[in-house]
């Protein structure tokens, strides 16, 4: 219970940019970036691979330890509360309660430390107006290097990537809308409660499903400006969508029916996949799920682009390509010269390849460590059974084959 929550290093070209995230509770934040530049790495070049391979992993197995530790931390309140009913549980139920208020006393005091990218939610009036900056591009079209810089320039920003570490906010969208869409078998789209956002410490969202709200968010939030992230065309940017389509698939698949947030992701993404190609089949559809209907995918891409442009007035909204950097988001932000971090690299993460690494890694994490458990278990009924560890049982009957074995020979040496 009193593990940090100190949960992965992203090292997106590691030679360039080193991102620590830490997570309290419903609550992310990220620390000041540390950038370390590396100007011969450019696309195509052995600096990228290494980079996309490197933070991959490394994203993944940040994923799969958090969701190893969640459902540590379930399994232990289950114990706490199967105790309590017996009613010999007093002494590990106060423990639990010390634990408990331990934790909130550390996350208190890393609040009132934190630097202005880790904002103390209570004292922080800029929270009050709620949120400041949304996304409304699809994914795949920059949203996670956007949200890196929004932090960077002291803007909480919550991206779909880390929306299930945030409980509060991701049950209300699997309760209401996703989890829903699919015992009704129709794509519904709710009407969530944005203010959870701002109530979890964030002024900025990033990515779907957020990014689908925006009429409402215009109304809602009358100081709110919107980034409508874009790619080069719709062609380079299906074949980005289709290929996190296929990369986070499997391991759904294979670990939702262990692990209950794993389940939650597979209902999202379900509902997702649904809306973006228009297809309720996606809700109920056996797994494998079927594959991404290009023109559909395509046809919904650029019709959200084009009711974006004509329903969000000009000054509210900037058309915006992560490869433009730092000047024309500043601009778009009021953020004066001097305090825009013009003088280090842009923030370049969440590539394709990237993507793949990150979702099989996340995968092959929790597989691992149940392999471990079982194998574990079945160690210690083994033991218990015969009376001696696995190892001792082989050395002994090692040792009785190469027994027999002699005897065996001098026996027909004899005769």
Known sequence: RNTPKLLYINLQYPTQYIQIYTHKHNHTTMSKSSYYRNQNAGEGTWSELFGDVYSGIAVGIG???WLVEKTIDRGWDAIVNSLSLLGSSDSVKQQSDNNDNNNDNNDTINGDTNNNNNINVNNNKSHSKG?????VGYGRTGTYSLALALTELGIPTLHTQHLYENDIIFDHFVTNIFHKSIVQNEILMGEPNFDLLSQGGYVATMDLPFALYYDAMMVRYPECKFILTERESSEVWFRSWDV??????KPAQYASFL???VRKLEYYMRWLFSVVNQDPRFLSAPFPLPPQNKRRAIASYE??????RATIPPARLLEYNVKQGWEPLCDFLEISPTDCPTHVPFPKS???????????????????LTLVIVGYVLTMVFRRAVGM???E????????????????NGSKKRS
């Not at 793949?356 to 996340?362: L, R």
Request: aromatic letters at 10%; proline letters at 2%.
């Open 244 to 249: 996190l389509t296929r990369s986070i698939s």
């Open 303 to 308: 019709t959200h682009n084009q009711n974006v």
């Open 393 to 408: 049982w082989w050395r002994l009957q090692k040792r009785k084959t190469s027994t027999l074995s002699w005897m065996k």
């Open 389 to 391: 560890s696995v190892m």
């Open 131 to 135: 949120l400041q900056v949304v996304g």
């Open 259 to 261: 692990l209950v947030h």
């Open 350 to 368: 969440n590539s394709a390849r990237a993507v793949c690494w990150q979702s099989y890694s996340a995968f092959i994490g929790p597989l691992v």
């Open 63 to 65: 994923h799969s330890k």
